[in-house]
């Protein structure tokens, strides 16, 4: 995992990287989350401008919910989680807590992302790929309108 400081200083911030899969940032932008999907945990990585990221575990996936893939970080700080081989997107309070998981027909989410009018529909990516038998929706983009209130993006200042 590796940091572009805006003058264009490249340096390390995790190692021992499997799948580097979703990351997302607190809306102070003081904690990036960051997903190596084989680990089956979310972590977080605490941001000062100056030291760079020290990573600690922030959540687990139980094995028999799948993969953390893609996630999202909406206005409240609550991280979401697209569960591949989970068939769910997960959120989790900025505490780690688990609060909400919403159930999908499909098997294999692969991200989520905020949009739509005000950032309030959760837009959710999914695969189709490996699947002996997949759901008609497999592959398509889903939509749970209303689902919470997501951040705008942030521009690169470099």
Excluded at 49 to 61: I, N, S, T
Excluded at 89 to 107: H, M, Q
């Amino acid at each position: 995992l590796l940091r572009v400081a805006p003058d264009g200083t490249v340096t390390e911030s995790a190692v021992d990287v499997a799948v580097s899969n979703g990351t997302g940032w607190s809306p102070d932008g003081r904690l990036m989350y960051y997903v190596d999907s084989p680990t089956r945990r979310i972590d977080v990585l605490d941001f000062d401008g100056r030291q760079g990221l020290k990573r600690r575990p922030f959540a687990h996936v139980e094995e028999r919910a799948g993969f953390p893939d893609g996630l999202t970080v909406d206005a409240e700080g609550c991280v979401w989680v697209a569960l591949w081989d989970g068939a769910a997107v997960r959120r989790y309070t900025p505490d780690g807590r688990l609060d909400r998981t919403v159930e999908l027909p499909v098997r294999r989410p692969t991200a989520c992302a905020f949009g739509g009018t005000d950032l309030r529909d959760l837009y959710i990516t999914t695969a189709r790929t490996g699947l002996d038998r997949p759901h008609p929706l497999s592959g398509s983009v889903l939509v749970v309108p209303d689902a919470g209130r997501g951040l705008p993006g942030t521009p690169f200042a470099g």
